[in-house]
């Protein structure tokens, strides 16, 4: 009876082993172990893991495990827990949550594999789940040979420090490549990756761990995981519990895949005989029957209350090893719950061993042996010789996780044996000493930490939220919100930046509290932007905030990028005057402060708001500023401080305003040159962005072939990376290329899905030109009346929001959908409004196409003299370009216009 001894749990076994199988060929399995606290779900899975290990020697199994206390706010805790023990991170704290120490080996040697599908598959999970440099540290003591993938990781990492700034990573680009990767492994070595507790998964994790699911169907992977029921069943927040969707989805894609270990009364009955069982007895029925009606057969119950009776000398051994009840044993004096018998235990340590643990709770279920001891002023040799010999030896309440070397700083990790008993620890203790203690271990962690302490800002926000310290908490927010958004965890990162925010009021109100008040808005308003979209309420909301926070704050550049987030959401919602002042404002900062980053952003944003009412020869001069002003080698600063590369952006956009003032040679090369640099600096949003404007050049130049692979590009970086506005725009230049290809139904099928997407996304930019490009897929396809509803629309978005950019071809492609109806009068009519607003744009290539269009219609009806006459000055202005589409029919037409009127031929 001196053991917690599994069993009777064959049947549970014998599932998880025929799951195993089915994965080994091919078929890989999904299973969630469902039990109450105590039921003995992770028992289960640790003797499974290493029942499956003996009997398989290619299999390899990484456990990860998700926090009570901070794994809701802490990202992919667990995955990144698999990803490190997948790569050889056996000698610390995870290791000695290892099944056995073959596994350890097989996980060590794993590294050849596992580095290189990261490597090669995965290189964006590079320090968001497992470091590169840990990696190359370990493959230099695991491996034999230094192997191809290890140097192409060591230039990864030297190409990281020397540019530190990384584009934003989107999440389903990293759930692909976890995914990818976990497959890949799996076709080297069978594997099984369990997750524990998965109550307090993180929402990213669950995401993952629902994608992971759904992909390793034909993969020798089997996924595995613990949950407690009645916490799914409360739910998190005011809603439910974000697990209960993901099981139910799984549920209907893999069928029954939960093992419930709430037994029935046979099963009970079962576990309590096989319990008593496990060591030779003389203990009868009846001993046995009240056993079980005392605990309802509940493991953790069973198992503490048999050694409840072991230490108070109800039972007893004799000298022939039999165990045996003693006489005048009493049932009504043993605990009736398993708290009683948890509190019985702990009420049996002495005062030192006691206050130990109290500290540890407050740490949380895994703990450090040093921060107790620097709470409690005690050297901490002797704190780690009580913690290991009396707590974890002689008590068995605790188990030693290993050690941690933090530079010059060794650290002892703990863990209490179930997590019944840290939260009975922690249950005991009153608010204030909760609050003290709190303060001081987050303390102690900041000491021992260090400079690194940042590494654990999840944790420390915790700790200091719960001691009432706002100043520190809020520090170690915003922090964690950092550090969450760098792993593209969004809804961790908005969480933290919203907590933040809450508790910024209790700060004393100085520079300081103003400086974290209008960063924590400011990262929220970015976060809100990669997330909800440009458009939403809540952004022009966070972003006022910070407006108004900012006018206290003596940061010139904070000011700048909050006016900025306003002026972002004002134009994407139409609101152009209002923009248009906002950048403005935002310019004459810029030259108050003489700061080149700024200059370079400040023009850019100007020159793009008189691009929308069609103001060209203006634009194209604050495009030129802002190109004068930017230079390269700030590109980290740059995406850094706007999320993207200004410089790039503005090659491109002065590309398309080139070719639209009447210079395409020019227009071209400014374009090519803008990708060249945007591959060359490999920033997915800046170059998404430049793809996107350089395939609207060449849909002006008549190119579809070049339009139509430089937009399918664009979507498919925007797809990979989840730029979903930037792919919605890609998307109507493709399907305007498919409609000139000769794709018609497919072309403007895409389109119309695209600007359904863009209009989901709350967007009222550019939504006048995407209007043009269906109307002029629809005149192709001769749906003339479909085609002028398009136009009508276009031109309504227009009055409504100032937009007019493509306001000329709107006009034409109209006049051009009434000619082919035979209603000329009013085509040109339409064509002469086209030429109108071009000369008002000083748009020459616009002005060209729509005269040419004229002219065509009136030599129809034999009267385009007076027109050709303009056509010919037009094209006289133009010096490049000649060979382009539109310049080369124009020149075809005013050669042939004195044929046509001269049969012999004569000039």
Not at 348 to 360: F, K, M, P
Request: charged share 25%.
């Amino acid at each position: 009876m001196n053991k917690s001894a599994f069993v009777a749990r064959e049947g549970e076994l014998a599932h998880l082993d025929n799951l195993l199988k089915l994965s080994i060929q091919d078929r890989g399995q999904v299973c969630f172990i469902a039990g109450e606290a105590g039921a003995g779900k992770t028992t289960l899975l640790s003797s499974f893991a290493s029942r499956a290990l003996s009997q398989n020697p290619d299999l390899v199994v990484a456990m990860g495990t998700c926090s009570s206390h901070t794994g809701i706010s802490d990202p992919y805790l667990p995955f990144r827990e698999i990803l490190a023990l997948l790569t050889g991170d056996v000698e610390g704290e995870l290791g000695q949550r290892i099944p056995s120490s073959e596994n350890a080996t097989r996980l060590k040697n794993f590294l050849r594999i596992s580095g290189q599908a990261i490597v090669e598959l995965g290189p964006d999970l590079l320090d968001i789940f497992v470091p590169g440099s840990g990696i190359i540290t370990r493959a230099g003591a695991f491996l034999a040979d230094k192997v191809g993938w290890l140097k192409n990781l060591e230039v990864i990492e030297k190409q990281k420090k020397a540019s530190p700034t990384k584009p934003q990573k989107d999440p389903s680009r990293i759930v692909e490549q976890y995914s990818g990767v976990i497959k890949v492994m799996a076709t080297n070595r069978p594997l099984i990756v369990a997750i524990d507790d998965l109550q307090w998964a993180d929402p990213s994790s669950l995401d993952l761990l629902f994608q992971l699911a759904r992909q390793i169907e034909n993969s020798r992977v089997l996924l595995l995981g613990t949950f407690r029921p009645e916490e799914i069943a409360i739910g998190r927040g005011d809603g439910s519990h974000p697990f209960t969707s993901v099981l139910g989805d799984l549920k209907r894609y893999y069928g029954d895949i939960v093992l419930d270990l709430d037994q029935s009364e046979t099963e009970r009955r079962d576990f309590v005989w096989a319990l008593v069982d496990a060591e030779p007895n003389r203990l009868d029925d009846h001993f046995r029957e009240k056993l079980l009606h005392h605990t309802s057969g509940h493991a953790l119950f069973t198992v503490e209350l048999l050694r409840e009776m072991r230490e108070r000398g109800y039972l007893q051994k004799e000298e022939s090893g039999l165990w045996y009840q003693r006489a005048d044993f009493a049932w009504d004096d043993l605990p009736s719950r398993v708290e009683g018998v948890i509190e019985t235990r702990i009420g049996r340590l002495d005062s030192d061993g006691l206050q130990a643990l109290h500290v540890a709770s407050v740490e949380g279920e895994t703990f450090t042996g040093e921060v107790i001891a620097k709470v409690q002023n005690t050297d901490p040799g002797k704190l780690i010789r009580r913690l290991s010999r009396g707590l974890a030896s002689q008590h068995e309440l605790i188990l030693a996780e290993g050690m941690q070397q933090l530079g010059s700083q060794r650290i002892s990790r703990y863990r209490f044996r179930h997590v019944l008993f840290q939260k009975y620890l922690y249950s005991s203790l009153d608010e204030a000493e909760r609050s003290y203690l709190h303060e001081d271990v987050g303390t102690a962690l900041e000491e021992l930490y260090r400079e690194r302490a940042p590494e654990i800002s999840i944790q420390l926000s915790h700790h200091f939220t719960q001691s009432g310290n706002p100043e520190k908490a809020v520090h170690y927010l915003l922090a964690a919100g950092n550090q969450a958004h760098a792993a593209s965890a969004y809804r961790e990162a908005i969480d933290a930046y919203s907590q933040g925010l809450k508790l910024v009021e209790g700060v004393q109100a100085d520079e300081d509290r103003r400086l974290k008040n209008l960063m924590l808005n400011l990262s929220l308003g970015n976060t809100l932007l990669a997330t909800i979209g440009p458009a939403d309420k809540r952004v022009e909301e966070v972003f006022n905030e910070a407006i108004q926070i900012s006018q206290n704050v003596e940061d010139g550049h904070q000011s700048f990028v909050a006016i900025r987030g306003l002026s972002y959401h004002k134009k994407m919602r139409g609101e152009y005057e209002v923009s248009r002042a906002l950048e403005r404002q935002m310019l004459s900062m810029a030259e108050n402060l003489q700061d080149p980053m700024l200059l370079t952003e400040a023009h850019r944003l100007v020159a793009e708001s008189l691009t929308g009412p069609g103001e060209f020869d203006a634009a194209r001069t604050h495009y030129e500023q802002a190109a004068d002003y930017y230079e390269p080698t700030s590109h980290p600063e740059f995406v850094a401080m706007f999320g993207y590369d200004p410089g790039i952006i503005v090659q491109s956009q002065l590309a398309y305003f080139t070719w639209s003032l009447g210079y395409p040679e020019r227009a071209v090369s400014i374009g090519q040159e803008a990708l060249r640099l945007a591959r060359e600096l490999d920033h997915p949003l800046s170059l998404a962005a430049a793809l996107d404007t350089v395939s609207a050049l060449y849909h002006q130049l008549r190119d579809p072939q070049t339009c139509r692979d430089i937009a399918q590009e664009c979507s498919d970086l925007s797809i990979e990376y989840g730029f979903l506005m930037w792919d919605a725009r890609a998307c109507t230049r493709r399907g305007w290329a498919l409609s000139m290809l000769g794709q018609v139904d497919d072309g403007i099928k895409l389109i119309e899905d695209a600007l359904a997407a863009f209009k989901a996304l709350g967007l009222k930019i550019s939504i006048p030109c995407m209007w043009a490009l269906l109307a002029e897929a629809q005149l192709v396809a001769g749906q003339y009346e479909t085609c002028c509803s398009s136009t009508d629309d276009a031109i309504g978005v227009i009055e409504q929001v100032n937009e007019r950019y493509c306001e000329v071809e709107i006009h034409r492609i109209r006049a051009d959908c009434l000619a082919q109806q035979g209603d000329h009068a009013g085509a040109e009519s339409t064509y002469r409004q086209a030429i109108k607003v071009a000369q008002s744009q000083k748009a020459k290539s616009l002005e060209l196409r729509a005269r040419l269009h004229l002219t065509r219609l009136l030599m129809e009806e034999g009267r385009s003299e007076n027109e050709i006459s303009h056509l010919e000055q037009v094209y006289s202005w133009f010096e490049e370009g000649f060979d382009t589409a539109d310049l080369t029919e124009v020149k075809a037409l005013l050669e042939e216009y004195p044929l046509s009127h001269n049969p012999s031929g004569a000039a």
